[in-house]
């Protein structure tokens, strides 16, 4: 079945350390998005991408890093630079962001620090 | 910048009608969405509307855009306890990289 997979569902991280979050499409898909979502916030742009090799910063990529190597792959680095990470992250894919096509979502990792 | 506003909840009775409420700023916005996130999980697409329409009718579903105001509704008839979940509205803008604005999303409970 084609869809988009994150992992994990639950994270868990020490304060000062580093961690990744998977976001893995088998939707053939070109562009790629991570959100972070706050209770009463709706969904904020972390950062996007088009195109394998290549992406752009969202609303609030500060403390967030991203790569882009596999057209199927588009893993997000929460930083310690980010100074509140706790939140419910979510992964999305749509076929291109240039024409009206719908995003597909992930389950979503929920991030928090201990 | 580009900003979606919803109510943040709604409660309705099972078998009533819901209607949810969306405003936008963004006059060159081209498609409007309701997603629907249930409890822990991702958002699904529920329906979209381009911008040089007025109404989309889906099964229960109504969407009514008014432009002039740039007013987006969602009208889910005979309302369920399986309707039950945060509702999302989304704008499109017109732009090079056309960007999706998400609302703060709108909880709704229904009642049995």
């Known amino acids: 079945d084609g869809g988009i997979t994150q992992s994990p569902k639950y994270l868990f991280r020490k304060e000062g350390q580093n961690v990744t979050l998977s976001c893995e499409q088998n939707l053939n898909h070109d562009a790629m998005y991570w959100y972070r979502q706050d209770p009463g916030q709706g969904l904020r742009l972390i950062y996007y991408?088009?195109?394998?090799?290549?992406?752009q910063k969202g609303d609030i990529a500060e403390g967030y890093s991203v790569s882009r190597e596999k057209k199927e792959s588009f893993p997000l680095t929460v930083t310690s630079a980010q100074k509140n990470p706790t939140a419910f992250y979510l992964c999305?894919?749509?076929?291109?962001?240039?024409?009206?096509?719908?995003?597909?979502f992930g389950q979503g990792t929920r991030l928090t620090v201990v | 910048g580009e900003d979606v506003e919803q109510s943040l909840f709604l409660s309705v009775r099972e078998g009533d009608s819901s209607v949810i409420n969306c405003t936008y700023t963004d006059s060159s916005s081209t498609y409007l969405y309701w997603y629907k996130q249930e409890p822990g999980a991702g958002l699904q697409l529920l329906t979209y509307i381009f911008s040089n329409m007025d109404m989309k009718q889906d099964q229960r579903l109504t969407v009514l855009l008014n432009k002039k105001d740039k007013h987006l509704s969602l009208r889910i008839a005979d309302t369920q306890t399986g309707d039950s979940a945060i509702y999302f509205c989304a704008e499109k803008n017109s732009g090079g990289y056309q960007k999706v604005t998400f609302g703060t999303g709108t909880k709704l409970q229904v009642i049995p």
């Open positions: 991408s088009q195109i394998v090799n290549d992406f």
């Open positions: 999305a894919s749509s076929m291109s962001t240039g024409r009206d096509t719908e995003a597909f």
